[in-house]
């Protein structure tokens, strides 16, 4: 059952991914009327929010776009970076709602770095679980009952969902920021805002998908341990 959940999820992660990937390719193509780099939208919109001590920086990869609040910053992709197009807008605004989500300490966002440390220890225990289950499932299941290990997967799954769900506003939030803010500025047009708009919609889907996945496979192994427990 829980090799079935993985495929199914494992597919419906790539469908969204490769959407996702087409849209970014679809409106890279479209330039921006107002001819702006996306480290030049993000340099901008930091400034309009009163942020002068975060930096934009430029990363290798593709999608690889992220903000640091451990080193405040704004770390886009090459094409990102350097593109001016309605792709670029996206992805520079939003990253840079992270950043001044950060500053202005929003509560979902605190909450979900406050669990960061958390999550980590649940991944690697979970890992654990799964290379014993692999390569020593007769000893790890000898030494410590089912019902028990059952508890433990509960337990990090559990943590690994909450932290799921709580990237979700954390997400949208960023969305919201950046859309409101390229379209007040004048930084797009109608046209590439509605891009900007479905590109952004597009990106969030992978982590609602990540999230459903997570509370699916928690759900299924505490249906295991209650139906150990009969």
């Known amino acids: ?25 679809k409106y890279s193509q479209t330039p921006l ?8 939208i993000a340099k901008l919109m930091l400034n309009d929010n009163g942020i002068h001590d975060v930096d934009v920086t430029c990363v290798q990869g593709q999608l690889t776009d992220h903000y640091n609040p451990a080193n405040k910053t704004v770390n886009l992709s090459e094409a990102v970076y350097h593109g ?10 939003h990253e840079c709602g992270h950043a001044v989500q950060h500053a202005t300490a929003y509560s ?14 649940s991944a690697k225990i979970l890992n654990f679980i799964v290379m014993a289950s692999l390569f020593g499932g007769m000893f790890l299941f000898q030494t410590f009952p089912m019902q028990s290990v059952l508890l433990v997967i509960i337990g990090t799954y559990a943590v690994m969902t909450l932290f799921s769900f709580v990237t979700l506003p954390v997400e949208f939030d960023a969305s919201n920021r950046a859309l409101a803010w390229i379209k007040q500025r004048n930084i797009v047009n109608m046209e590439e805002h509605s891009m900007a ?3 952004l ?7 609602v998908v990540a999230a459903l996945g997570s509370l699916v496979t928690l759900l299924y192994y505490v249906s295991l341990f209650l139906g150990g427990r009969d």
């Open 1 to 25: 059952m829980i090799l079935v959940i993985a495929v199914v999820f494992m597919i419906i992660s790539f469908a969204v991914s490769s959407k996702l990937k087409r849209k970014f390719k």
């Open 197 to 199: 708009k479905d590109a």
């Open 108 to 121: 979902m966002l605190e909450f979900r770095s406050a669990m960061v440390p958390i999550q980590n220890v």
């Open 201 to 207: 919609k597009w990106a969030a889907m992978t982590y």
């Open 84 to 93: 001016r197009n309605a792709a670029s807008a996206a992805v520079a605004s």
């Open 33 to 40: 009327q107002s001819n702006l780099s996306g480290a030049e």
